[in-house]
């Protein structure tokens, strides 16, 4: 996996589907204050890249109408802190084997598609909202 510090130039946008993340079965109480997550947004030089920010507080995800997270991207600049679903994160601060579950199925989904290719890819699953909302784009479909 790449965290991108400091940020790399714009990626290159490539639409992929993502059926992996809107299916994936995640409690809220997954998460916890402090936790340091990766949510998952294409691939760059081979391998899965995202934003890596850090877990908050509890918050309400309004896209879902579902029991969110408040994140805090280092990097965000205007949209530091955003809302997020739980099942759009990933665990980087702890060995968690659920997490480690998906990140494998994001690999073998993802990579063959892109063998061979060095760009930073954004996939577009996410955009972020007004209101700070971070929606991978299954939900926005579903909540309208
Ligand atoms: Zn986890």
């Known amino acids: 996996m790449t965290e991108h510090c400091p940020p790399p130039p ?26 340091q997550i990766v949510v ?12 890596a920010m850090r877990v908050v507080a509890p918050s309400w995800h309004t ?13 965000g600049g205007a949209q530091t802190y955003i809302t997020g679903h739980p099942r759009y994160l990933v665990h980087l601060s702890r060995r968690c ?6 990140l494998r199925a994001m690999e073998d989904h993802l990579l063959p598609k892109y063998a061979g290719q060095d760009a930073l890819i954004d996939c577009g ?6 209101l700070g909302q971070l929606v991978h784009i299954a939900d926005i479909r579903r909540g309208q």
Do not use: M, N, Q
Request: aromatic share 10%; glycine share 10%.
């Open 40 to 51: 998952l947004k294409g691939i760059a030089g081979g391998e899965l890249w995202g934003d």
């Open 97 to 102: 084997p659920d997490c480690l579950i998906h």
């Open 10 to 35: 714009p990626p290159a946008f490539a639409p992929t589907p993502d059926p992996l993340t809107p299916s994936r079965d995640v409690t809220h109480a997954h998460f916890e204050a402090g936790d």
């Open 63 to 75: 896209p879902t109408d579902e029991d969110g997270w408040r994140l805090r991207d280092a990097t």
């Open 125 to 130: 699953w996410y955009t972020t909202t007004a």
